[in-house]
C-alpha cells in the first residue's frame, strides 16, 4: 500500500526536516578561517564514518559511505578510496545476501516473478510474497549501483566502471541473472564518457567492446567525446561503428545512422579547416556509410508520410549524390502531392476561434493588470533592498528605505512571503552594518510564526524564520533551532509509528531503520533530493559557529537520522569543492 502524499511529505519533513540544525549559546569562538572550517568538517566526516559502520542495516551502510568517500576524495583521496572499497565490500555482500534468500526459494515462476512488482500497487490485503519483496530489493540495489558507480567515476572513471560490472558477478540466481542482463546502455555509455575525459585509449576500448551489443544513440554522443579527447582514438571507434553499421543496419535504426553521418560530417569538415584534426571518418568512408543509410531508405517498405526520407537525401548528398536522387524520386509522388490541404482554416472553425478569444479577453486582461501590478511591486521591493545594500546611506535613509520595502511585503498576501521578504531585507541591512534595524525587522518577521508549532506550515516558518536569522545574527538562530529538533523529535517518533503501520511492502524502515539513504526507493530519494536547499543556511550556521552545528546533530534521538544530518552539514561545507570542480568542467567544455 503506498503512502498517500501528505502523509510521504509529512513523514520524510519529520524525518528530515533543515530545520532540525542549531544550538544554543555557549562559549565556543566563530569558525572564521575558511581552511580552518574545512579541517574542522574532514575530522568530523571521519567521526561520521565511525557512526554509519554502527547502523543495523547494510542498506544506509552502503548509502551513507559512498556519498562520505566522494566528499572525502578532494581532502584526502587515499582515504577516500578506501571509504569506496569499504562500500563496495558491503554491496556485493548485500548482493550476496538477496541470492543466498532468493535461492533458498527455490525456482519460482518465472512470469510470477515478472508480475510480482504489480504487489506493489495493490491494496492493503495484497499479499506480498517473500519472492516478492527479494526481487523489490534486488531492482532497487542495482539502482544504487549506478549511483555509486556515477558518484565513484567523478574521481576514478575506470575504478567505477570496474565496480559496475565486478559487483555483479557474485550474482548466481537465474532471475536475478536475468533482472541484472537487462542492461542500461545510456548509463554505460555515461561511464564510458567519464572515462575518455581521463584515458581516450580505455574509453575507446571499452566503447568497441559495448559495441558488441548494438548500438544506441548514446554510442554517438560517446564517440564524439573521445574524438574531442583524442582524434585517433576516435577515428578507430568511428571506424569500428561503421563497421558495425555495416553488418546490421535495419528501417528502425535510420535516425541513428543518420546521426552517426552527421556527427562524421561536422567533423570531416572542421578537419579541412586551418588547424583542423584528424575526422572520425575519411571522404571514402563517409561515402560508405551514405551510401549504407540510402540503400536501408530504398529497401524500406514503410510509407514515410512525413517526408523524412529527403531529409536524409539532404545528407547523403553531399557523399552519395547518386543514391540521394534516387531516393528523392522514390519519395516524389508524397513530395510532389496535393498542396493546400491543410493550409486554410474553414469559416467555421475560425469564428469558433475567435469567439474563445472574445470570452477569454476580459479575464486575461485582469489577469495581465494582476500581473503587472505583482511585477511593479516586486521590482520596487527588489530596488529598494538594492538600495538598502548601500553603506554610504545615513541611518536616517535607511530607515526610510526600509519602511517603504517593509509597506510593500506587508500588502503580499502569505506569511511565508511576508517572512521570506522580511529575512532577505534583515540580511541586506545586516551586511550593511545597522544590525539594530535589522533585529527590529527579524522582530517584525517573528511575530509572523506560531512560537510553539504544531502542525507542518507551522514548522515550514519557523524554518524560514530561522533562515533569515542564520543570515543576519546567527546567535539569535541557533536557540530558535535548538526548539524546533526537539519538537520534530517527538514529531518523528509519532511518524515512524505511522511509517510501520503503513509502510506493508517494508520499503521504508527494514529491521527497525528508516532508509533514509538510496535505499529507501524512489519516493523517498525525490524528497530527500530537495534537502539541497538548506545547504545555502547550514554553510552559514557552519560558519558563524561549526561547533554548535555539529555538536547539534547529537541531540537527534535515532541513529540513521542523526548520521543524516551530519550528512547535510558535511554536504554544505565539503561540497562546495566538488560543484567548482563541475562548474569548471562545464566552463573548459564549452
Known sequence: MKLSKLTCSLFVFALLSPAAFGQGLNNSSPTADPEALKKDAVAFLRETMADVNNL??????????????????????????????????????????????????????????????????????????????????????MQVRQQIAMSLAEHDPELAYQFYFDSIRAVSNPYFQKQAANRDDYFETELLA??????????????????????????????????????????????????????????????????????ASESFEASQKEGGKKPMLTRNELRDLADVLAQAILNGDKENENHSGLGYATLIEKYNPGRAAQIRAKYRNLATGPRGTNSNVSYNAANAMANAHNMAS??????????????????????????LGNKQLSKEEREKVAEQARRILMSTPGRDKKILGLSALAATIARAGDKELAAEIMKEAQALVNPMPKNYQDFLLTLMLATGYAESDPARAFPLLEDTIYRVNDTLAAFIKVGEFIDVAGELIQEGEVQVGAFGGSMIRGLTGELAMADATLKTLARADFK????????????????????????????????????TEASLAK
Open 194 to 263: 567519464e572515462i575518455a575525459k581521463s584515458n581516450a585509449g580505455k574509453a575507446a576500448q571499452l566503447a568497441r567492446e559495448s559495441m558488441n551489443e548494438g548500438l544506441n544513440y548514446s554510442h554517438i554522443a560517446l564517440l564524439t567525446k573521445i574524438h574531442e579527447k583524442d582524434p585517433e582514438k576516435g577515428a578507430e571507434v568511428a571506424l569500428s561503428m561503421l563497421v558495425k553499421v555495416k553488418a546490421d543496419i535495419d528501417e528502425e535504426e535510420l535516425w541513428l545512422v543518420s546521426s552517426f553521418l552527421g556527427a
Open 548 to 583: 554548535k552545528t555539529r555538536d547539534l546533530t547529537s541531540r537527534f534521538d535515532r541513529s540513521e537520522v542523526r548520521i543524516l544530518a551530519k550528512m547535510m552539514i558535511l554536504r554544505a561545507v565539503l561540497g562546495e569543492k566538488k560543484q567548482e570542480t563541475k562548474e
Open 362 to 387: 476580459n479575464s486575461n486582461g485582469r489577469a495581465e493588470r494582476e500581473r503587472q501590478e505583482r511585477e511593479r511591486s516586486e521590482a520596487e521591493f527588489a530596488e529598494n533592498v538594492e538600495k
Open 56 to 141: 543495523r542495516t547494510l542498506e544506509n551502510r552502503i548509502s551513507f559511505s559512498a556519498e562520505l568517500a566522494g566528499l572525502m576524495w578532494f581532502h584526502d583521496e587515499k582515504e577516500a578510496r578506501s571509504l569506496y572499497l569499504a562500500a563496495f565490500g558491503n554491496f556485493r555482500e548485500l548482493l550476496f545476501q538477496y541470492d543466498q534468500q532468493m535461492n533458498s526459494l527455490g525456482l519460482g515462476n518465472e512470469t510470477d516473478e515478472d508480475d510480482n512488482i504489480g504487489m506493489y500497487r495493490g491494496n492493503i490485503f495484497t499479499d506480498i510474497t517473500d519472492r516478492a519483496r527479494l526481487t523489490r530489493k534486488f531492482q532497487v540495489a
